[in-house]
């Protein structure tokens, strides 16, 4: 698996790192993940692009086997013995009112709060967009801190936002299991569709 | 912004070009985007993580000049300039019929395509949401291959959709300028939140 690829400018142990050698975990062994690690994590990936730089990802770090307990009995029957023993799980969740932090985040156009986002069924649609785009940043993140990634949306969404959001204003997007891969930690590798049945030119 | 971030695994370099350093280009030289360089972004990103390894996600290469008129007159305002002089222009979009591959793409759990994905409203949210999280990783695969990205959002969503895909079945997610960057390419760096504005523990 560790084909490089010449033709870009990243070199090949972190094409390997991110991509190539990179799979989604089942399993994962006992080495705890600390907060360290998630603020590093963290303090790459925000600096990923976003609509009017708007950042409505949340991130809820699973630590209390009480809270633990209370997720996974949202979660998908295949879901649930994976997450209770994950060393880490994080709930990542977009905050729908993000754009109360528009005028200081987006400062070439402070107006765009109220210009774009005024009306809540629009401020959801993008909130959810853009959170999944920082969603998937956040799990290259977890690769590039030498951590294996086990994300899932198999989940009662509604169960989990009343669970864990009180507020009533943020929307799960994704469910993820984080540590060192375990044993057997995944299937093999599945095919991916060939470059001619993606991408097109007109 | 070369402050490397030592908890990584992922070496400095490679944390600039992808996240650091790198940032949303508005202007770009004349030089060209080769279909080779594509390629190579979509064979180094397509192992980013799925749910059920769907790939919804498709790549419209607007290469002729009536094709990128055609685009432009559905963009908001905004964009119809660096788009009409960006040396290449890609439309993201998702394909609501992505299950119909499910049987060879996740061959652990064939009957996926008829058990979850039988809904069309359901295909639809799914393929929003896995190719949104593929939208990011082409977004970071373009920089991997020290291309600059200009993701827009700010289009008539359903306009191009008649235009570019007859067949009703795909959902346009993004619409992405590439190229290398040109002369005041980009607004100063806007803020991020902090680390514990987005990440709290339970």
Redesign the interface.
Known sequence: MTTA???????A???D????E?R?ANTFTDEPVS???????????????T?F?Q?P????????PE?RERLVSHLADGNKAKTSTAPLVAILAADNEFHE?LP?????FPAAKDVFFSERPVREGSA??NG??????F??GL????LA?G????FDAEGIDKE?FADGDHSV?AVVNIGKPGADAW?P?????A?DE?????
Request: aromatic share 10%; proline share 5%.
């Open positions: 690829n010449d033709a870009l400018v990243l070199d142990a972190a094409q790192l991110l991509f190539r990179a989604t907060d360290e690690q998630i603020q590093a994590v963290y303090e790459l990936v925000k600096f990923a692009p609509a730089n950042q990802l949340r991130v809820v770090l699973v630590r209390s809270a932090e200081t985040q987006f400062p070439h959810r967009m999944t785009l920082q969603v998937a940043y799990i290259l690769r590039a801190a030498g990634a994300p899932m949306t198999g864990f997007l299937f590798r599945s095919p991916r569709l470059y993606v991408v097109t030119t007109v």
